[in-house]
Nanobody
Framework: QVQLVESGGGLVQPGGSLRLSCAASGSIFTAMGWYRQAPGKQRELVAIITSGGVTNYADSVKGRFTISRDNAKNTVYLQMNSLEPDDTAVYYC?????????????WGQGTQVTVSS
């Protein structure tokens, strides 16, 4: 049974930093990442990292956010710096198993990030 446990959200002032963590269990994950959903908007990719360390970022967070992964712990981290009010959203951890037609996506419960003065 796959489980994703997120932590690290909260309230921060503009320009501040937060670090999100997501510990996964129950499978081997080919990729792990973070998505976010702001009120009234669709869920969007923030950053993703493969088991080999290849990363991909949304243009809006490049240079400010850094995704990393500890394969031994099956944990993915998102270091968020220079946070802006537009970063306010519920952040969801995502973990992928398999590939191609066998690919499955798993989601965490979400953690709120609020950037406000």
């Amino acid at each position: 049974q796959v489980q994703l446990v997120e932590s690290g959200g909260g309230l921060v002032q503009p320009g501040g930093s937060l670090r999100l963590s997501c510990a996964a269990s129950g499978s081997i994950f080919t990729a792990m990442g973070w998505y976010r959903q702001a009120p009234g908007k669709q869920r969007e990719l923030v950053a993703i990292i493969t088991s080999g360390g290849v990363t991909n970022y949304a243009d809006s967070v490049k240079g400010r956010f850094t995704i990393s992964r500890d394969n031994a712990k099956n944990t993915v981290y998102l270091q968020m710096n220079s946070l802006e009010p537009d970063d306010t959203a519920v952040y969801y951890c995502n973990a992928v198993t398999g590939g191609g037609t066998d690919e499955l996506n798993y989601w965490g419960q979400g953690t709120q990030v609020t950037v406000s003065s």
